[in-house]
């Protein structure tokens, strides 16, 4: 019943989180080939996750709303000037969500975020060594109240209210389907929670076609591609020399995507997700359908002193 609280699963955490201390690295951006420098910081309650050009002097949110381009990646813009952009967010939305980080202020010096080794591994391992900080400000999250569903041929995403009413978290269910027969079908579906995300995701890397890959090149993307920070599939043959870290890496790496995109939302969403052939367009357009109908989610911050009853 409405108001009654509710102990139907471990609470998540009730305070909202930053990094203990800055830590930063340097890489190339996948697409643009750039160097890029990036630093992440800690921020104050209530901030969310926001990227600052370092080179140019302007912020962009980590939101939903401000997202520009999602053709091969997720790509951030200031709305108020499209050109600057900030690129390719996605794998370390992914782990900052996952990791539970509510507040961070993300300098970057360039036009899109390191590649690295093309997963979240290495951000999980930046945010651990910074360490998190417990701030004094409950968290609010994103309960779905109403199924809500966006489609592209037979792709789909879909959110849908948690199963048990009152679960934290997102459940979250995957499928591909894939010409090449390295890839084939694959399905994955887990409870999203920092240890699953670790364990099952994290090492999960972005993937391409080899067939794609001069296309690419030629429409100026993939510049700082290569096998260090991608797999590359031909079609039964993976190309890697080290083979997959896992046999169904890209499920995994489709549902990694999906965290870093849903992450946009700005605060846990909690839920169903459900999705068939999903990419980083049809993810961005599922939040939009979700924030355009309120009746569909329900803002909760639970009380982090529990009053008596
Ligand atoms: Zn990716």
């Known amino acids: 019943m409405d108001g009654m609280p509710q102990t139907l699963?471990?609470?998540?955490?009730?305070?909202?989180?930053t990094l203990k201390a800055p830590i930063g690295c340097v890489g190339v951006g996948l697409h643009s080939g750039r160097r890029v420098s990036l630093k992440l910081c800690p921020a104050e309650p209530g901030q969310g996750i926001v990227?600052?050009?370092?080179?140019?002097?302007?912020?962009?949110?980590?939101?939903?709303?401000?997202?520009?381009?999602?053709?091969?990646?997720?790509?951030?813009?200031?709305?108020?000037?499209?050109?600057?952009?900030?690129?390719?967010?996605?794998?370390?939305?992914?782990?900052?969500?996952?990791?539970?980080?509510?507040?961070?202020?993300?300098?970057?010096?360039?036009?899109?975020?390191?590649?690295?080794?093309?997963?979240?591994?290495?951000?999980?391992?930046?945010?651990?060594?910074?360490?998190?900080?417990?701030?004094?400000?409950?968290?609010?999250?994103?309960?779905?109240?109403?199924?809500?569903?966006?489609s592209d041929g037979d792709a789909f995403a879909e959110l849908r209210p948690a199963a048990v009413r009152g679960m934290p978290g997102l459940e979250m269910a995957i499928s591909i389907d894939f010409a090449?027969?390295?890839?084939?079908?694959?399905?994955l579906s887990l409870h999203l929670t920092a240890e699953t995300f670790r364990r099952d995701l994290a090492r999960a890397r972005t993937f391409t076609l080899a067939e794609d890959v001069a296309q690419l090149r030629a429409a100026?993307?993939?510049?700082?591609?290569?096998?260090?920070?991608?797999v590359v599939v031909d079609a039964a043959r993976v190309l890697n020399?080290?083979?997959?870290?896992?046999?169904?890496?890209?499920?995994?790496?489709?549902?990694?995507?999906?965290?870093?995109?849903?992450?946009?939302?700005?605060?846990?969403?909690?839920?169903?997700?459900?999705?068939?052939?999903?990419?980083?367009?049809?993810?961005?357009?599922?939040?939009?359908?979700?924030?355009?109908d309120a009746a569909a989610w329900r803002e909760v911050t639970e009380a982090p002193v529990s009053a008596a009853a």
């Open 9 to 17: 699963a471990p609470s998540p955490a009730l305070w909202q989180r």
């Open 51 to 150: 990227f600052h050009r370092t080179d140019t002097g302007r912020a962009v949110p980590a939101r939903f709303g401000n997202v520009m381009d999602t053709r091969l990646a997720t790509v951030l813009a200031d709305p108020s000037d499209p050109a600057v952009r900030v690129g390719t967010v996605e794998h370390l939305m992914a782990a900052l969500s996952a990791l539970g980080i509510d507040n961070a202020r993300i300098e970057l010096d360039g036009p899109e975020v390191p590649a690295l080794d093309g997963s979240s591994a290495p951000f999980v391992f930046l945010i651990d060594c910074a360490g998190v900080q417990e701030q004094a400000a409950p968290r609010t999250s994103i309960a779905i109240r109403r199924a809500v569903r966006v």
């Open 180 to 187: 090449a027969p390295a890839i084939g079908r694959q399905a």
């Open 220 to 230: 100026g993307l993939a510049q700082g591609g290569s096998l260090d920070n991608a």
């Open 241 to 292: 020399p080290g083979g997959l870290r896992m046999q169904d890496e890209f499920a995994r790496h489709k549902l990694l995507d999906a965290v870093g995109d849903l992450a946009l939302a700005g605060a846990p969403l909690a839920g169903r997700f459900i999705a068939h052939r999903s990419g980083h367009a049809l993810n961005n357009r599922l939040l939009r359908a979700l924030f355009a």
